[in-house]
């Protein structure tokens, strides 16, 4: 093969090798308590959640943003066409169990009229070989409802948990990781889950992977 060839087929091989890497790269979400972005396709790996998680945002209708708040991470992501999405909690210094997770999940302040929920039985998932279990429900306390899914909190200040209004339909899962519960919610802020906007968050979730 003559030399300028050889340099040609090389500069191009190179080329493409680089167009290759650079569209399996990783990316990350936007920083900051709130701070929501627009997100383009592609797979994320965020880089404040611990434990190590990866997931693929399949279009371009999403906003995300990443933060570390009281020791909690966060990650949530909403569909711009709504009000709803998904997000998910970790407490990497926490040593609560998955099961006491779900116990409280269930349970705390459930029962009251002003901020209680109607929960369906918990039934056991997998995410990305992740097991745990997921339940459904609605808020039906007049105020709402905040999640508090983790330990070490006083006076019913949330753990970074978001607080649902009156009659908004959401879905709770959790799963042990490598002995660390991760906890999602899903909702649409409607009493019905909006089925596109609940399937593509379905979607995200079980297309993650844990590291």
Do not use: C
């Amino acid at each position: 093969m003559p030399v300028r060839r050889m340099v040609v087929v090389a500069s191009v091989l190179a080329v493409s090798g680089a167009a290759t890497a650079a569209a399996g790269a990783l990316l990350d979400l936007p920083t900051g308590f709130l701070k929501f972005a627009p997100l383009k396709p592609g797979v994320y790996q965020p880089s404040l959640f611990s434990p190590s998680a990866r997931f693929t945002v399949p279009d371009a209708r999403w906003r995300g943003a990443q933060w570390i708040k009281d020791g909690h991470d966060v990650v949530v992501l909403s569909w711009k066409a709504h009000q709803g999405g998904w997000e998910m909690h970790s407490t990497p210094g926490s040593s609560e169990s998955a099961a006491s997770t779900l116990h409280r999940l269930k349970t705390e302040r459930a029962d009251g009229t002003n901020v209680g929920i109607d929960t369906t039985p918990a039934v056991p998932i997998t995410i990305g070989g992740a097991h745990g279990w997921q339940f459904d429900g609605t808020v039906i306390g007049k105020y709402g409802h905040t999640w508090v899914p983790f330990e070490g909190v006083s006076g019913g200040k949330p753990d970074n948990g978001d607080r649902l209004a009156r009659n908004t339909a959401f879905r709770i899962i959790l799963v042990d990781v490598h002995g660390k519960v991760v906890f999602f919610e899903i909702d649409t802020g409607l009493l019905k889950q909006e089925p596109v906007v609940f399937a593509a968050s379905m979607k995200m979730i079980h297309s993650l992977r844990f590291g």
